[in-house]
Protein backbone atom coordinates (compact mmCIF):
# COMPACT_ATOMS: atom_id res chain seq x y z
CA UNK A 1 0.00 0.00 0.00
CA UNK A 2 1.23 3.59 -0.05
CA UNK A 3 2.61 5.48 2.85
CA UNK A 4 2.97 9.28 3.67
CA UNK A 5 6.05 10.45 4.21
CA UNK A 6 6.51 12.29 7.43
CA UNK A 7 8.74 15.27 7.43
CA UNK A 8 10.11 17.39 9.97
CA UNK A 9 9.75 21.33 9.02
CA UNK A 10 11.77 24.02 10.21
CA UNK A 11 12.90 27.61 9.54
CA UNK A 12 15.75 29.60 9.76
CA UNK A 13 15.99 33.41 9.38
CA UNK A 14 19.50 35.14 8.92
CA UNK A 15 20.59 38.27 7.25
CA UNK A 16 17.34 38.64 5.52
CA UNK A 17 17.67 35.26 4.52
CA UNK A 18 15.34 32.57 4.77
CA UNK A 19 15.70 28.64 4.79
CA UNK A 20 13.14 26.01 4.81
CA UNK A 21 14.32 22.70 5.39
CA UNK A 22 12.41 19.34 5.18
CA UNK A 23 13.81 16.18 6.85
CA UNK A 24 12.23 13.02 6.36
CA UNK A 25 11.61 11.34 9.80
CA UNK A 26 9.15 8.45 7.97
CA UNK A 27 11.97 5.67 9.02
CA UNK A 28 12.40 7.20 12.91
CA UNK A 29 8.35 7.51 13.22
CA UNK A 30 8.10 3.88 12.05
CA UNK A 31 10.87 2.57 14.20
CA UNK A 32 9.06 4.17 17.11
CA UNK A 33 5.65 2.84 16.23
CA UNK A 34 7.26 -0.96 16.16
CA UNK A 35 8.90 -0.25 19.54
CA UNK A 36 5.88 0.93 21.20
CA UNK A 37 3.71 -2.16 19.59
CA UNK A 38 6.51 -4.32 20.90
CA UNK A 39 6.59 -3.32 24.60
CA UNK A 40 2.22 -3.26 24.23
CA UNK A 41 2.57 -6.81 22.70
CA UNK A 42 5.06 -8.05 25.39
CA UNK A 43 3.34 -6.42 28.48
CA UNK A 44 -0.07 -7.69 26.94
CA UNK A 45 1.90 -11.57 26.35
CA UNK A 46 2.84 -11.39 30.16
CA UNK A 47 -0.10 -9.79 31.78
CA UNK A 48 -2.29 -12.91 30.39
CA UNK A 49 -0.47 -15.48 32.64
CA UNK A 50 0.09 -13.62 35.65
CA UNK A 51 -4.02 -12.06 35.69
CA UNK A 52 -4.80 -16.35 35.75
CA UNK A 53 -1.72 -16.85 38.92
CA UNK A 54 -3.04 -13.83 40.85
CA UNK A 55 -6.83 -15.29 39.60
CA UNK A 56 -5.62 -18.88 41.12
CA UNK A 57 -3.61 -18.25 44.32
CA UNK A 58 -6.91 -15.70 45.47
CA UNK A 59 -9.37 -19.27 44.79
CA UNK A 60 -6.90 -21.01 46.29
CA UNK A 61 -6.28 -19.31 49.67
CA UNK A 62 -10.14 -18.78 49.97
CA UNK A 63 -12.85 -21.24 48.97
CA UNK A 64 -10.41 -23.81 47.43
CA UNK A 65 -8.54 -24.66 50.34
CA UNK A 66 -9.99 -27.72 52.35
CA UNK A 67 -10.92 -29.38 48.83
CA UNK A 68 -7.46 -31.14 47.86
CA UNK A 69 -8.44 -32.21 44.38
CA UNK A 70 -9.45 -28.52 43.45
CA UNK A 71 -6.15 -27.76 44.62
CA UNK A 72 -4.36 -30.31 42.39
CA UNK A 73 -6.09 -29.27 39.45
CA UNK A 74 -5.54 -25.42 40.20
CA UNK A 75 -1.89 -26.19 41.02
CA UNK A 76 -1.35 -28.01 37.78
CA UNK A 77 -2.84 -24.79 35.90
CA UNK A 78 -0.37 -22.54 37.93
CA UNK A 79 2.45 -24.56 37.27
CA UNK A 80 1.30 -24.34 33.45
CA UNK A 81 0.97 -20.28 33.36
CA UNK A 82 4.07 -19.84 35.13
CA UNK A 83 6.13 -22.35 32.72
CA UNK A 84 4.36 -20.28 29.93
CA UNK A 85 6.00 -16.64 31.19
CA UNK A 86 9.22 -18.54 31.37
CA UNK A 87 9.03 -19.36 27.92
CA UNK A 88 8.44 -16.21 27.24
CA UNK A 89 11.21 -14.84 28.88
CA UNK A 90 13.48 -16.78 27.47
CA UNK A 91 12.02 -15.73 23.88
CA UNK A 92 12.56 -12.45 24.37
CA UNK A 93 16.53 -12.57 25.93
CA UNK A 94 16.80 -14.81 22.59
CA UNK A 95 15.49 -12.10 20.11
CA UNK A 96 17.61 -9.16 22.13
CA UNK A 97 20.96 -11.32 21.70
CA UNK A 98 20.19 -12.41 17.95
CA UNK A 99 19.34 -8.95 16.75
CA UNK A 100 22.36 -8.02 19.16
CA UNK A 101 24.44 -10.39 16.75
CA UNK A 102 23.31 -9.84 13.70
CA UNK A 103 26.54 -7.50 12.56
CA UNK A 104 28.76 -9.97 13.85
CA UNK A 105 29.51 -12.39 11.05
CA UNK A 106 29.59 -16.21 12.35
CA UNK A 107 32.97 -17.63 11.83
CA UNK A 108 32.81 -21.28 13.09
CA UNK A 109 32.71 -24.63 10.41
CA UNK A 110 29.43 -25.98 10.87
CA UNK A 111 28.72 -29.63 9.87
CA UNK A 112 25.40 -29.49 9.06
CA UNK A 113 24.10 -32.99 8.87
CA UNK A 114 25.67 -33.92 12.17
CA UNK A 115 23.59 -30.41 13.48
CA UNK A 116 20.62 -32.15 11.87
CA UNK A 117 20.33 -35.40 13.47
CA UNK A 118 21.27 -34.27 16.68
CA UNK A 119 18.39 -31.85 16.38
CA UNK A 120 15.74 -34.20 15.37
CA UNK A 121 17.10 -36.72 18.14
CA UNK A 122 16.43 -33.69 20.69
CA UNK A 123 13.08 -33.57 19.41
CA UNK A 124 12.38 -36.91 19.92
CA UNK A 125 10.30 -36.77 23.20
CA UNK A 126 7.94 -34.33 21.48
CA UNK A 127 7.76 -35.91 18.33
CA UNK A 128 6.75 -39.61 19.91
CA UNK A 129 4.46 -37.42 22.48
CA UNK A 130 2.63 -36.41 19.24
CA UNK A 131 2.90 -39.57 17.14
CA UNK A 132 4.91 -37.85 14.22
CA UNK A 133 7.81 -39.90 12.58
CA UNK A 134 10.80 -37.75 11.98
CA UNK A 135 13.05 -38.31 9.03
CA UNK A 136 16.64 -37.33 7.98
CA UNK A 137 17.15 -37.35 4.14
CA UNK A 138 20.49 -36.23 3.62
CA UNK A 139 20.89 -36.07 -0.50
CA UNK A 140 23.89 -34.39 0.74
CA UNK A 141 25.94 -35.36 4.05
CA UNK A 142 29.35 -34.03 4.40
CA UNK A 143 28.40 -30.52 3.67
CA UNK A 144 30.12 -27.91 6.01
CA UNK A 145 29.25 -23.93 5.70
CA UNK A 146 30.18 -21.20 7.86
CA UNK A 147 28.01 -20.39 10.33
CA UNK A 148 27.44 -19.91 14.34
CA UNK A 149 26.44 -23.72 15.45
CA UNK A 150 24.20 -22.67 18.53
CA UNK A 151 22.13 -20.48 16.11
CA UNK A 152 21.56 -23.02 13.82
CA UNK A 153 20.50 -25.68 16.12
CA UNK A 154 17.83 -23.08 17.30
CA UNK A 155 17.18 -22.47 14.02
CA UNK A 156 16.25 -25.94 12.98
CA UNK A 157 14.49 -26.82 16.46
CA UNK A 158 12.37 -24.11 15.91
CA UNK A 159 11.61 -25.53 12.27
CA UNK A 160 10.99 -28.84 13.35
CA UNK A 161 9.15 -28.21 16.40
CA UNK A 162 6.25 -26.59 14.50
CA UNK A 163 6.41 -28.93 11.74
CA UNK A 164 5.66 -31.39 14.85
CA UNK A 165 3.23 -28.74 16.74
CA UNK A 166 1.57 -27.88 13.40
CA UNK A 167 1.72 -30.67 11.55
CA UNK A 168 -0.81 -33.64 11.52
CA UNK A 169 -1.06 -35.83 14.46
CA UNK A 170 0.38 -39.31 12.85
CA UNK A 171 1.86 -37.67 9.85
CA UNK A 172 5.09 -37.80 8.91
CA UNK A 173 7.67 -34.65 9.78
CA UNK A 174 10.64 -34.98 6.70
CA UNK A 175 13.97 -33.35 6.82
CA UNK A 176 15.83 -32.81 3.99
CA UNK A 177 19.18 -31.62 3.36
CA UNK A 178 20.24 -30.68 -0.07
CA UNK A 179 23.88 -30.45 -1.53
CA UNK A 180 25.30 -27.24 -2.34
CA UNK A 181 24.26 -25.38 -5.45
CA UNK A 182 23.88 -22.03 -7.64
CA UNK A 183 21.25 -19.70 -5.45
CA UNK A 184 20.35 -17.16 -7.75
CA UNK A 185 18.98 -14.76 -4.85
CA UNK A 186 22.15 -15.14 -2.86
CA UNK A 187 24.38 -14.82 -6.09
CA UNK A 188 26.41 -17.80 -4.97
CA UNK A 189 26.45 -21.24 -3.73
CA UNK A 190 24.25 -22.12 -1.51
CA UNK A 191 23.14 -25.21 0.84
CA UNK A 192 19.18 -25.87 1.26
CA UNK A 193 17.69 -27.55 4.00
CA UNK A 194 14.06 -28.03 4.29
CA UNK A 195 11.47 -29.15 6.51
CA UNK A 196 7.71 -30.40 5.43
CA UNK A 197 4.96 -31.25 7.52
CA UNK A 198 1.28 -32.73 6.35
CA UNK A 199 -0.24 -30.30 8.80
CA UNK A 200 -3.23 -27.88 7.65
CA UNK A 201 -0.82 -25.60 6.37
CA UNK A 202 -1.13 -22.05 6.26
CA UNK A 203 -3.46 -19.52 3.82
CA UNK A 204 -1.26 -17.00 1.38
CA UNK A 205 -1.71 -13.89 3.39
CA UNK A 206 -0.40 -14.94 6.57
CA UNK A 207 2.84 -16.53 5.03
CA UNK A 208 4.43 -13.08 4.85
CA UNK A 209 3.85 -12.14 8.27
CA UNK A 210 5.04 -15.37 10.08
CA UNK A 211 8.44 -14.03 10.80
CA UNK A 212 6.92 -10.93 12.45
CA UNK A 213 7.45 -10.74 16.37
CA UNK A 214 3.97 -11.96 17.86
CA UNK A 215 2.46 -12.59 14.47
CA UNK A 216 0.35 -16.09 14.80
CA UNK A 217 -1.80 -17.74 12.81
CA UNK A 218 -5.71 -17.09 14.59
CA UNK A 219 -6.63 -20.38 14.46
CA UNK A 220 -7.74 -22.98 17.21
CA UNK A 221 -4.25 -24.62 16.57
CA UNK A 222 -2.23 -22.04 17.36
CA UNK A 223 -4.02 -21.11 20.83
CA UNK A 224 -4.01 -25.01 21.76
CA UNK A 225 -0.08 -26.10 20.92
CA UNK A 226 0.64 -22.39 23.04
CA UNK A 227 3.99 -20.85 21.43
CA UNK A 228 5.18 -17.43 22.02
CA UNK A 229 4.98 -16.36 18.57
CA UNK A 230 8.37 -15.14 18.40
CA UNK A 231 9.80 -18.45 17.03
CA UNK A 232 10.14 -17.25 13.51
CA UNK A 233 11.42 -14.04 14.32
CA UNK A 234 13.98 -15.48 16.04
CA UNK A 235 14.79 -17.97 13.07
CA UNK A 236 14.63 -14.45 10.93
CA UNK A 237 17.51 -12.83 12.72
CA UNK A 238 19.91 -15.29 12.77
CA UNK A 239 19.36 -16.34 9.30
CA UNK A 240 20.14 -12.67 8.35
CA UNK A 241 23.29 -12.78 10.52
CA UNK A 242 24.21 -15.78 8.00
CA UNK A 243 23.19 -13.82 4.65
CA UNK A 244 20.91 -16.65 3.76
CA UNK A 245 17.39 -16.79 3.40
CA UNK A 246 14.11 -18.07 4.31
CA UNK A 247 11.45 -19.82 2.19
CA UNK A 248 7.82 -20.68 3.13
CA UNK A 249 5.34 -23.09 0.73
CA UNK A 250 2.36 -24.02 2.10
CA UNK A 251 -0.81 -25.36 0.80
CA UNK A 252 -4.12 -25.31 2.86
CA UNK A 253 -4.78 -28.97 3.71
CA UNK A 254 -1.61 -30.83 2.57
CA UNK A 255 1.01 -29.03 4.27
CA UNK A 256 3.89 -26.89 4.94
CA UNK A 257 7.43 -26.75 3.46
CA UNK A 258 9.88 -24.62 4.84
CA UNK A 259 13.11 -24.14 3.61
CA UNK A 260 16.54 -22.71 4.74
CA UNK A 261 19.23 -21.27 2.06
CA UNK A 262 22.51 -20.98 3.63
CA UNK A 263 25.57 -19.94 1.71
CA UNK A 264 28.18 -22.69 1.68
CA UNK A 265 31.35 -19.85 1.57
CA UNK A 266 32.30 -17.07 3.79
CA UNK A 267 30.69 -13.80 2.93
CA UNK A 268 32.37 -10.89 2.85
P1 LIG B 1 4.68 -20.08 17.78
O1 LIG B 1 5.46 -19.95 19.04
O2 LIG B 1 3.29 -19.59 17.89
O3 LIG B 1 4.79 -21.45 17.16
P2 LIG B 1 6.26 -19.08 15.52
O4 LIG B 1 6.86 -17.72 15.34
O5 LIG B 1 7.18 -20.24 15.52
O6 LIG B 1 5.39 -19.00 16.84
O7 LIG B 1 5.19 -19.30 14.38
C1 LIG B 1 4.22 -18.27 14.12
C2 LIG B 1 2.92 -18.87 13.63
O8 LIG B 1 3.10 -19.45 12.34
C3 LIG B 1 2.38 -20.00 14.49
O9 LIG B 1 1.63 -19.52 15.58
C4 LIG B 1 1.52 -20.78 13.50
O10 LIG B 1 0.25 -20.18 13.43
C5 LIG B 1 2.23 -20.57 12.18
N1 LIG B 1 3.08 -21.72 11.77
C6 LIG B 1 4.42 -21.86 11.94
N2 LIG B 1 4.87 -23.02 11.42
C7 LIG B 1 3.79 -23.65 10.90
C8 LIG B 1 3.59 -24.91 10.21
N3 LIG B 1 4.60 -25.74 9.98
N4 LIG B 1 2.32 -25.20 9.80
C9 LIG B 1 1.29 -24.35 10.03
N5 LIG B 1 1.42 -23.16 10.68
C10 LIG B 1 2.63 -22.81 11.11
Known sequence: GSRDTIYRVSLAAADGDVLLTFEDQTATEEAGQMRRDFVANVSHELRTPLTALLGFIETLSGAARDDPAARDRFLGIMAHEANRMTRLVDDLMSLSRVEEDERVRPREHVDLGALL????????????????????????SDEMVPGDAGQLVQVFTNLVENAIKYGAFGREVTVQLLPREMNQRLRGDA??????????????????????RFYRVDNHRSREVGGTGLGLAIVKHIINRHRGRLLIESEEGQGTKVSVFLPSQPVS
Open 191 to 212: VQVSVTDRGDGIAEHHIARLTE
Open 117 to 140: SSVIKGLEPQANAAGVNVTLDLVA
